[in-house]
């Protein structure tokens, strides 16, 4: 889990546009989560992009090496959009999902249920001339149930071996050896739905989800698509 610089603000009515309701930039640190392995691959790409694009700079004049480099970016762009941009960011006023092409945010008041499915799915509830419900699917907190179920036998059997190995570890409390048996995936979404509770309790006001579609997500899938095609057709 890392940080990042955004700060959430109030949803307005729901007669505001989605991007007037979306949330304004402040000082404040919201919690982020993400796939590290996601991150790997980006970075791994990153540097394998980047040395072949050198080598076609320095070495490659004809069509051939055009189309190659012109390939390199589009497939720089997919994994942008794919492992590098999806996240889902929390702090006192409600959570962002950030999926690849597009952002959505929802007030605390407004979370109804989060679970996993082969995602987090967010359920949403909020007044708007009547009950509205809709699910929300983040994409950074990802992992398919067979899986999580694999990962989560893994961990039940080293639990196990520890209690048989150390007394002492047989001492600790029940909820300490159960958290040890879940994945990460299963820790972020009961970490984002006690804060969604917390937020409740205290009051928290449901307000209309907002949704927007990120430019430079979009630009970074069809820019290349473009300049392939040129290249491809010269």
């Known amino acids: 889990m890392s940080s990042a610089q955004q700060q959430p603000g109030q949803a307005g009515p729901s007669v505001r546009s989605a991007a007037a309701a979306m949330p304004v930039a402040s000082d404040a640190k919201p919690d982020v989560y993400r796939s590290p392995m996601a991150l790997v691959v980006w970075w791994v790409w990153i540097a394998f992009a980047a040395a072949n694009l050198i080598d076609l700079a320095v070495q ?5 090496a055009a189309v190659v480099a012109a390939v390199l970016i589009l497939i720089t762009g997919v994994t942008y959009v794919g492992a590098f941009r999806p996240r889902v960011l929390a702090d006192d006023e409600g959570m962002t999902i950030r999926n690849p092409l597009r952002d959505h945010w929802v007030p605390w008041g407004s979370v109804e249920s989060l679970n996993l499915g082969d995602s987090l799915q967010v359920r949403c509830c909020w007044q708007d001339g009547g009950p509205q419900r809709k699910k929300l699917y983040g994409w950074a907190v990802h992992s398919p149930r ?3 179920l694999k990962a989560e036998t893994r961990a039940r059997r080293s639990v196990r071996s520890a209690e048989r190995r150390s007394p002492s570890f047989s ?3 029940p909820e300490a050896r159960e958290a040890m048996t879940k994945t990460d995936v299963e820790h972020i979404a009961e970490a984002l739905e006690a804060r ?8 928290a006001e449901a307000g209309r989800p907002a949704a927007t579609w990120d430019r430079l997500a979009i630009a970074a899938l069809v820019v290349p698509v473009a300049v392939l095609i040129v290249v491809a057709a010269t």
Not at 60 to 64: A, K, L, S, T
Not at 196 to 203: D, I
């Open 171 to 173: 001492r600790l409390p």
């Open 60 to 64: 490659g004049h004809d069509h051939f």
């Open 196 to 203: 969604a509770a917390k937020a409740r309790a205290a009051g």
């Open 146 to 148: 067979r899986s999580r």
